[in-house]
């Protein structure tokens, strides 16, 4: 079965300090992978994607995320946290199954704190 | 361009009562999604459409309809609500070439 696997509920980091939210995943053929943040009481805003290229991808807010296709993984970083970045993180998977239609598989979510 | 909107922002219901979603996007996307939103279980997908007049059922259907009559608007309704409908509902609007981009969202509690 295709699914997303985020291992921590929760990570705690020191503003200043790098941070990692860990996201692996399962699915047939190639992944398309995507990590998505949510702010209290907001929607899913896209943050980065990877379809195919490069390993490394650069997102938005100075995010990115490494591709490793053989520990099928796709582990979201910032090199110097900010508290502002504490919200909910998702990673995704789009559905290899869907016939085209971008069905998204998510993950439980993080949730990232920052501490001054 | 207001992205995709959705209304209401908060509902509250008694068991058994009907309701509708309405998200809207000015986008001109084809594809629309409805998920819920669950603690610890992430969104989950309860109907798409592909375009207008479409619709297909995701992960979790059972209890709620939809309906696509126009290519901005896609309706979510609750027919007979119950306690395990309470969630926070996510409407979202995609093209093949992008990525989805979501609504803000809709508290629904069921007493």
């Known amino acids: 079965a295709q699914s997303v696997a985020q291992p921590e509920d929760q990570v705690n980091v020191a503003e200043g300090n790098p941070l990692t939210v860990k996201c692996t995943y399962s699915?047939?053929?190639?992944?398309?992978l995507f990590w998505y943040v949510q702010y209290p009481n907001r929607g899913l805003q896209f943050l980065l994607k990877y379809i195919t290229g490069d390993n490394l991808v650069k997102g938005s807010y100075g995010f990115e995320a490494e591709f490793n296709k053989s520990q099928t993984s796709f582990h979201l970083k910032k090199p110097s946290a900010l508290v502002s970045d504490s919200a909910l993180y998702f990673c995704?998977?789009?559905?290899?199954?869907?016939?085209?239609?971008?069905?998204?598989?998510f993950g439980a979510g993080t949730r990232l704190a920052v501490h001054p | 361009n207001a992205g995709v909107t959705q209304t209401p922002k908060f509902r509250v219901l008694k068991t058994g009562q009907s309701m509708t979603l309405l998200c809207a996007q000015d986008?001109?996307?084809?594809?629309m999604y409805w998920y819920r939103q669950d603690p610890g279980m992430g969104l989950r997908l309860i109907h798409y459409s592909v375009g207008e007049g479409t619709t297909a059922k995701g992960e979790v259907p059972d209890g709620y309809n939809v309906s696509r009559l126009k290519k901005q608007n896609f309706l979510l309704g609750l027919e007979s609500a119950a306690p395990s409908q309470t969630s926070v509902y996510f409407c979202a609007s995609f093209t093949p070439q992008e990525t989805q981009y979501f609504g803000p969202g809709t508290r629904l509690l069921v007493l």
């Open positions: 699915v047939s053929g190639n992944p398309y």
């Open positions: 986008m001109n996307h084809e594809y």
């Open positions: 995704a998977v789009r559905d290899t199954f869907s016939g085209g239609y971008n069905k998204l598989i």
